[in-house]
């Protein structure tokens, strides 16, 4: 009987060590800018997934994903392929960032730009200032 009770004491803690990791993750703010150059769309589906899956580990994060160069892609209506997504994402918090150089440089129709994104002056500058200020810094794609 009382290596029953022992055992269960065990199990027990080890319910409550494992409780209050998980519930210390999720109560974690953490700040993440995710720069996107890359066009190929199955990049943005699994950028979008990873997304999701940091807000689902941790709901509280700020996350902001930079698109330029060839990146832009998944911000235009006329080739995204993860638009519903991306309103999703917005509506959870999540920044989307347009590059105006990348816009200008490749004669984009500000139009085509979708509404829930941002435009900034210079992607790579909205990198950087972001890692400055100590956000964690991920590449899409590779």
């Not at 319910?15 to 066009?39: E, H, R």
Request: glycine share 6%.
């Amino acid at each position: 009987m009382k290596m029953k009770a022992g055992i269960l004491m065990i199990m027990a803690m080890m319910f409550f060590v494992s409780a209050q990791s998980q519930s210390s993750v999720n109560n974690k703010k953490y700040k993440i800018i995710i720069q996107m150059t890359n066009g190929d769309s199955s990049v943005h589906k699994g950028t979008i997934r990873q997304i999701n899956n940091a807000l689902t580990a941790a709901p509280n994060s700020k996350i902001e994903v930079v698109c330029h160069s060839a990146g832009i892609n998944m911000l235009q209506t006329s080739k995204s392929t993860t638009l519903a997504q991306i309103k999703d994402l917005k509506s959870r918090g999540v920044v989307f960032a347009a590059c105006a150089n990348t816009i200008r440089e490749r004669n984009i129709d500000k139009a085509d730009i979708v509404g829930e994104a941002i435009i900034v002056p210079a992607g790579i500058i909205e990198v950087v200032d972001k890692e400055t200020k100590g956000w964690a810094y991920l590449k899409a794609g590779n």
